[in-house]
């Protein structure tokens, strides 16, 4: 059974960082493409980032120059680190792990930028 737990969400002012983790367990990780969602209340979720299993990365728009996706497949981990975090980033943020055509989620971590 795969597994992801993340972590590392939190409340923060805007300008600041935070980097977001997630464990995967029980696949094989460094065969797998790697993402982080995020969610809104009342949106739809939308890819913020993905790094493929040769650690290519990708970004949408609003993030690019901000965030920054990485892998550790010695630790079974991705993370996300983010900065400049602003309003908008607001959100449930969830690790997704793709390979052929299997899909695992996990449960999210809330990040929220307020003052």
């Known amino acids: 059974q795969v597994q992801l737990v993340e972590s590392g969400g939190d409340l923060v002012q805007p300008g600041g960082s935070l980097r977001l983790s997630c464990v995967v367990s029980?696949?094989?990780?460094?065969?797998?493409?790697l993402a982080w969602y995020r969610q809104a209340p009342g949106e739809q979720r939308e890819m913020v980032a993905r790094i493929t299993r040769d650690g290519s990365p990708t970004y949408v728009g609003s993030v690019e120059g901000r965030f920054t996706i990485s892998r550790d497949n010695a630790k079974n981990t991705v993370y996300l680190q983010m900065d400049n975090l602003e309003a908008e980033d607001t959100g449930m943020y969830l690790c997704?792990?793709?390979?052929?055509?299997?899909?695992?989620w996990g449960q999210g971590t809330q990040v929220t930028v307020s003052l």
């Open positions: 997704r792990a793709d390979f052929a055509s299997q899909t695992f």
């Open positions: 029980g696949g094989a990780f460094r065969l797998y493409t």
